[in-house]
């Protein structure tokens, strides 16, 4: 088998345990804190829950760039086994966790040294040949919302079962098992004699070196206003479901549904897209696969039972399967040589903030235009950002960056 197809396959394995490890404990640490760590009243658990939850965002913005470009001097694999084995630490002492300060700590340093799905990604897109990149960011995108769909369905089964202090010490394992894959079956050809010749730019210099490639910011912020749609209704996606479905009677499984159909549908059309965008240009399947997100985020606002909120909601992830794949493509063929591994830093840096403001942003324009509005306004934002993607890569493919495969 060839070496960029063993990676793929590692990696894939990789992205979809980290992920399902992460997500197992995350939807669950409002019950974590009242029933392990002691923290009562609905007011303090919902503001500790919220601290908790954003704080892993908030240094992980801050760190991915930094991330980045030690990546481009040092090589992918340090940096993907740096980010692995230090997670598996932190998760595991988050089950010894005995303060809502200690979690919230421990929340800060995992942001701090996470990294492990943008450098598998600059892992990938270094090893894979240019004619296979679409293929190659579909099957990786799918094993990261494999994980993130079947994590929280796996961690509520624990939860039930062994409590949660386990789930992390079973999050611990499961990342650290990821990374143990990586190191023994990843191969990497980086040349750190040629990266040291490179000039050595500061973080913020870089971001103005590729801030000159106009393609890169619009793909930039694709990232982040397709993390604002996904995160900003999902605290009040239960009321949501609770009105339209008329009854509290198994609402939490319909919630859930709500949201796992999205990421079901995602999975299965994202390798099939990125063989599209091999084909036909990953800047006609991302214009495409913009318009269809923001097409069907609006409908959702005018629903009138559950189920034709799951028929859009599983719409919309069919579109969404084309999303990431083309912009991680799109960023590996405009980016200078040298510095791929400081682009994918930066755009994990805005999924990160895609994140942050959708959780927080989300909850307080909530209160003056309702779920209903968040929909309609994403939608909205998407169609922007796709006359702006347009303007910069439509019917350009000729002037993409070419490189050398690895």
């Not at 030690?70 to 932190?90: C, H, N, P, W």
């Not at 069907?296 to 606002?301: E, G, K, R, V, Y």
Request: hydrophobic share 50%.
């Amino acid at each position: 088998m060839e070496p960029w197809r063993i990676n793929l396959m590692v990696l894939w394995v990789g992205q979809f345990l980290v992920n399902a490890g992460m997500t197992m404990i995350v939807p669950f640490i409002a019950l974590y804190l009242s029933q392990d760590l002691g923290v009562q009243g609905e007011h303090r658990i919902a503001l500790w829950s919220g601290f908790i939850f954003a704080a892993n965002f908030v240094t992980s913005f801050i760190f991915q760039p930094l991330w980045g470009k030690l990546s481009d001097q040092y090589g992918r694999k340090v940096m993907l086994l740096r980010s692995g084995f230090g997670m598996a630490i932190v998760f595991t002492a988050m089950g010894f966790a005995t303060q809502a300060w200690h979690l919230l700590a421990l929340r800060l340093l995992n942001g701090t040294i996470s990294g492990f799905n943008p450098a598998a990604t600059s892992l990938i897109s270094s090893s894979t040949p240019k004619e296979k990149m679409g293929f190659a960011m579909g099957i990786s995108q799918s094993g990261t919302v494999a994980g993130t769909i079947l994590g929280p369905l796996i961690g509520g089964i624990l939860a039930d079962t062994i409590g949660f202090r386990y789930i992390f010490y079973i999050t611990g394992s499961c990342i650290f098992l990821a990374t143990l894959l990586a190191l023994f079956l990843v191969r990497e050809k980086f040349d750190r004699s040629l990266a040291a010749k490179m000039p050595k730019v500061s973080v913020l210099s870089g971001l103005r070196e590729l801030s000159l490639t106009p393609q890169l910011p619009a793909l930039f912020t694709v990232t982040l206003l397709l993390q604002f749609a996904m995160i900003s209704p999902m605290t009040l996606m239960p009321l949501y479901v609770q009105k339209l479905h008329g009854a509290t009677e198994n609402l939490a499984f319909w919630a859930g549904l709500v949201s796992a159909v999205t990421g079901l549908s995602n999975m299965l059309t994202a390798p099939f897209l990125g063989k599209i965008s091999d084909k036909y240009g990953a800047h006609r399947v991302l214009t495409f696969s913009l318009i269809g997100a923001a097409l069907t985020l609006i409908p959702q606002a005018f629903v009138q039972n559950i189920g034709q909120l799951l028929a859009i909601r599983f719409l919309m992830g069919l579109c969404m399967g084309g999303l990431l794949p083309s912009v991680n493509s799109l960023i590996r063929s405009y980016t200078p040589d040298g510095m791929e591994s400081r682009a994918f830093g930066f755009n994990s840096s805005t999924n990160a903030l895609g994140n942050m403001t959708g959780s927080v942003m989300g909850g307080v324009l909530a209160g003056f235009i309702g779920i209903e509005g968040l929909f309609i306004m994403s939608g909205i934002l998407l169609m922007l950002n796709m006359a702006w993607v347009r303007s910069k890569l439509y019917g350009k493919p000729s002037t993409e960056r070419q490189h050398k495969s690895a």
